[in-house]
C-alpha cells in the first residue's frame, strides 16, 4: 500500500491552530557581542556574591534564624490545590536548593551571633528575595570559568558533559514519586539492617521510618496551620478577623477587646489580616519542630533509638563557620546531615530533603563504619534484580540470563 504524503507542517499550522513557528538564533556576525554580553552579566552578578551574602548574614543577625528559616522553608515548599485539581506553588521562584543553601549559611553562624526578634515580612522579604540571586551567582561563575581557553575537542566535550551534571545537581532534587522513593529507599538498605543496628544503635530501616514519620507529621502540621489560617482570614472586617484570631487561637495572650483597642479606628480588613498572618507565621517553627520522645511516640520505637537517628544526622549551630560559602553550592553538608540540633529539640527545615539525598546519607553511613564496599556490592545486584523482575513481568516467555558478565 503508498504511503500517503503528508501535509506540510506550515499548512496545517495555518488552517487548525494559531501556532507557529520561527526560528529563533544570534546572527553569526553578532556571536561574539552577544557572547560578551553575556561575560559582562555574569561578571556584574558574580561581583555581588559577596553582598548579597552579607545581607543574608545581617538579615539572621538580625531575627532568629531558625524561626525565618522555618518560614522560609515551608513557604518555599508549599503548595495548594484550587477545587478544579490545579496545584500552585505559594512561592515559585523559592526551590528547594534555595532552602538547603540557606540552611547551610545559617550553620556558618554561630548560635551567639544569632539574633532573637521575631520575624518580620520585611526580614522575610529580604531572604525571598536576595537568595535566588545569591544561588544564581553560582550560575554565572560557571559561564565565566567556562570562559578560560579549553584544549582539544576532547577536553571540550568533557567539560561540557561536567557542567551538565553540575546544574543537574545544583538544581534537581527529586529522583521518583515520593512513594516509590520511599519503598525503593526501604528495599535497597534493609540489607545493611543488621550492620547498622551493630554500629549505629539503630538499623536502615529504623532510620528510613523515622524520616518517612517526620514528612508525614511536618505535612500534617502544615495542613493545620493553613486550615487555622483560612478560618481566621474568613472574617470580613477588621474586627471579626480580630474575634476570630482569639477564637480559633486560643493559647493567645491578652482578649480581642485589648488587641482592638490599642489599634487604629481606621485600620483595614486588608491591614489586620496582613498583621495576623505575620503573627501566626511566627509559629511556622512548630511544625518543623521535633523531640525524640514526640517522634518515638509517632513510630513506637524506642527514644534511644530516635536520639541515635537524630544525632546521626545533625549538625549543631554554627558547625559550618569555617566552610568557604562558594563551595556549599555543589558539596553542601545538609544533604548528609539535614537536621539541625537545637538543645534538647531537632529542627528539619525541610524533611522532604532527607528522602532527596538518602543515597548520600546511607553513603555516608556506610563508610564511617567500613561498610561502602558491601553496599556498593548489594546496590548493584539490588539493581540487576530489580530490573530482571521488571522484565519478566513485561516478557514473561522470554529466556533470561542474570549474573551475566560481559567479556
Not at 500500500?1 to 538564533?25: D, Q, T, Y
Not at 561581583?47 to 518560614?71: G, H, V, W
Not at 561563575?141 to 546544574?167: F, P
Not at 545538609?334 to 527545615?349: A, D, F, G, M, Q
Request: proline content about 6%.
Amino acid at each position: 500500500m503508498p504511503r500517503k504524503k503528508l501535509p506540510k507542517l506550515a499548512h496545517v499550522c495555518e488552517k487548525n491552530s494559531p501556532l507557529k513557528f520561527e526560528n529563533f538564533g544570534i546572527d553569526p556576525e553578532k556571536h561574539g557581542e552577544f557572547k560578551e554580553e553575556i561575560l559582562k552579566t555574569a561578571r556584574a552578578t558574580v561581583k555581588e556574591f559577596p553582598d548579597l551574602l552579607e545581607t543574608i548574614r545581617n538579615n539572621l543577625a538580625d531575627c532568629y534564624p531558625p524561626q525565618a528559616l522555618s518560614a522560609f522553608c515551608c513557604y518555599g515548599s508549599a503548595g495548594f490545590i484550587s477545587t478544579t485539581g490545579k496545584q500552585t506553588d505559594a512561592l515559585p521562584e523559592i526551590m528547594q536548593h534555595h532552602c538547603e543553601l540557606l540552611q547551610a549559611i545559617l550553620l556558618t553562624v554561630p548560635q551567639d551571633d544569632w539574633g532573637g526578634k521575631p520575624i518580620t515580612p520585611d526580614a522575610m522579604e529580604v531572604l525571598f528575595n536576595t537568595m535566588p540571586k545569591l544561588s544564581n551567582t553560582f550560575f554565572m561563575q560557571r559561564i565565566l570559568e567556562g570562559d578560560t581557553k579549553l584544549g582539544d575537542e576532547e577536553e571540550q566535550i568533557a567539560r561540557s558533559l561536567q557542567e551538565r551534571v553540575r546544574m543537574h545537581t545544583h538544581t534537581v532534587r527529586n529522583w521518583g514519586h515520593f512513594d516509590q522513593v520511599v519503598q525503593i529507599s526501604r528495599e535497597l538498605y534493609s540489607a545493611l539492617d543488621p550492620k547498622f543496628l551493630k554500629s549505629y544503635g539503630f538499623s536502615a530501616t529504623d532510620l528510613i521510618d523515622t524520616l518517612f514519620a517526620v514528612q508525614a507529621e511536618a505535612e500534617e502540621r502544615m495542613s493545620a496551620h493553613i486550615a487555622l489560617l483560612r478560618k481566621v482570614l474568613s472574617g470580613r472586617t477588621a474586627i471579626k478577623l480580630v474575634e476570630r484570631y482569639y477564637r480559633f487561637v486560643p493559647s493567645l495572650v491578652g482578649s480581642a477587646d485589648e488587641m482592638l483597642s490599642g489599634l487604629p479606628a481606621d485600620i483595614t480588613r486588608e491591614q489586620m489580616a496582613g498583621m495576623i498572618m505575620a503573627h501566626l507565621d511566627l509559629r511556622l517553627i512548630d511544625t518543623r519542630l521535633f523531640t525524640p520522645e514526640g517522634l518515638s511516640d509517632l513510630t513506637g520505637k524506642p527514644n534511644e533509638v530516635i536520639l541515635a537517628i537524630l544525632s546521626a544526622l545533625s549538625l549543631e549551630p554554627g558547625s559550618l563557620m569555617d566552610a568557604k560559602p562558594e563551595f556549599l553550592f555543589l558539596d553542601n553538608p545538609i544533604w548528609e546531615r539535614p537536621v539541625i540540633s537545637l538543645n534538647n529539640k531537632y529542627l528539619v527545615p525541610l524533611p522532604q530533603a532527607a528522602f532527596s539525598h538518602i543515597h548520600r546519607i546511607m553513603e555516608r553511613l556506610a563508610r564511617e563504619v567500613g561498610l561502602e564496599t558491601i553496599l556498593r556490592e548489594y546496590r548493584a545486584s539490588f539493581l540487576e534484580s530489580s530490573v530482571e523482575n521488571l522484565f519478566r513481568k513485561a516478557l514473561p516467555d522470554a529466556n533470561f540470563y542474570p549474573s551475566f558478565q560481559w567479556e
